[in-house]
């Protein structure tokens, strides 16, 4: 069985409350990537951005995927991977490392949702999000240019859902339904 299950996708698509959903349901650990740097770094996200720019957080992004993808994390009664829902940052597949080693750990979901319906989930917080208020453009033609921008690397990923109608629950349950197949096709046997 795969040790880890990646969410990732754009911002607003449902990436951490999905993620900690599907992790509880599965009784799997959650890691979220954007958390851990944060709490890491002692400051929020756009604090870092600010502060010290976007390679810096990159770099930070870098190295958090790789300890949560490293393979160290073993179960202290029977040996085997301690299996996790790892939610990871909208720009973080965008890294030709960082995608690498998500693929190699585990299969990789990537969350979507049509660009209206993410202006809309991200409202007043947009000002809180630092890709978004970069280009001087109105949100919903930003929020278009970063898809845009981003769509080769969110394509590498194993499996997409769109999150644009669905209930979070919904999103969950479509989560784990592609994960048990994605798993079924890789352990099955050859002819």
């Given at each position: ?186 352990c099955k046997p050859s002819a």
């Amino acid at each position: 069985m795969t040790a880890k299950l990646i969410i990732t996708g754009f911002m607003a698509t449902g990436k951490s409350t999905a993620g900690q959903l599907v992790a509880r349901r599965l009784g799997w650990r959650f890691a979220d990537t954007d958390l851990i740097i944060a709490a890491r770094a002692g400051k929020s996200v756009a604090e870092i951005f600010a502060q010290h720019g976007e390679a810096h957080f990159r770099t930070l992004e870098r190295e958090v995927i790789a300890t949560l993808t490293s393979g160290h994390d073993h179960c202290a009664q029977c040996g085997n991977p301690r299996p996790a829902v790892i939610s990871t940052g909208g720009g973080a597949l965008v890294d030709e490392q960082n995608c690498a080693r998500l693929k190699q750990a585990g299969i990789v979901v990537c969350l979507t949702a049509r660009p209206e319906t993410i202006a809309v989930r991200v409202g007043n917080s947009a000002a809180r999000r630092p890709k978004l208020t970069e280009g001087g453009q109105a949100l919903e033609q930003r929020i278009r240019t970063l898809m845009a921008e981003r769509a080769s690397a969110y394509a590498r990923a194993d499996v997409s859902i769109d999150t644009s109608d669905l209930a979070l629950e919904q999103v969950a349950e479509r989560v784990i339904d592609v994960f048990v197949l994605r798993e079924q096709s890789r352990c099955k046997p050859s002819a």
